[in-house]
């Protein structure tokens, strides 16, 4: 089992910066991809950005070049820097672990990101 807790989220004026973490306890695998998705209001939930073990990492069309999705491998720590945020980009905000071998999958609690005009 995998458990997440993501922080970082809040309230900014468009054009400005958050950055979000997501700690992990349990064991992650080298198998296993990180990432982070959205959910806004009345919304499904998709794909931000992913990353591999390995260090290969996946955007969204809408995020490419804005942010960036990193990890601490040490501290099991995945982060998501988010710059020129966009008022679209009001989320809650979402870390999560797919264990590639099962297909099981392991999310957080979420954190809200909301962006002003």
């Known amino acids: 089992q995998v458990q997440l807790v993501e922080s970082g989220g809040g309230l900014v004026q468009a054009g400005g910066s958050l950055r979000l973490s997501c700690a992990a306890s349990?064991?992650?695998?080298?198998?296993?991809?990180m990432g982070w998705y959205r959910q806004p209001p009345g919304k499904q939930r998709d794909l931000v950005a992913t990353?591999?073990?390995?260090?290969?990492?996946n955007y969204a069309d809408p995020v490419k070049g804005r942010f960036t999705i990193s990890r601490d491998n040490g501290k099991k720590t995945v982060y998501l820097q988010m710059n020129s945020l966009k008022p679209e980009d009001t989320a809650v905000y979402y870390c999560?672990?797919?264990?590639?071998?099962?297909?099981?999958?392991?999310w957080g609690q979420g954190t809200q990101v909301t962006v002003s005009s």
């Open positions: 999560n672990v797919l264990r590639s071998y099962s297909g099981l999958s392991f």
């Open positions: 990353l591999t073990v390995g260090g290969t990492t």
């Open positions: 349990g064991k992650i695998f080298s198998g296993d991809v």
